[in-house]
């Protein structure tokens, strides 16, 4: 194994972790920027306000988009152990 190699590993593990949780972040990052959105708008300065809602949205993403990242976690699994199956053989 070169350093290409190792270098494409370390960039599909990257991109794969970006996949998995990019969803549950940007869910988080929507419904932070819409409750600071409505606070600026009604001057509610609660600091613990954000938080529920921050749960909850990323509870109802993870189990929207639970078969998506097991897939994607899964496969990139699955491309990694073939890579370490051509290794032995070579």
Known sequence: MNEVDVL?????????????????????????????????LTTIQEMTLTFVPKIIAVF???????????????????GLFDRIIGLGLG
Do not use: H, N
């Open 8 to 40: 494409e590993v370390g960039r599909d593990a990257l991109f794969t972790v970006l996949k998995t949780a990019g969803p549950l972040l940007l869910a988080a990052l929507a419904i932070g920027l819409t409750i600071a959105i409505f606070q600026a």
């Open 60 to 78: 109802v993403g993870l189990v929207v988009f639970m078969p998506f990242m097991i897939k994607t976690v899964t496969d990139f699994g699955r």
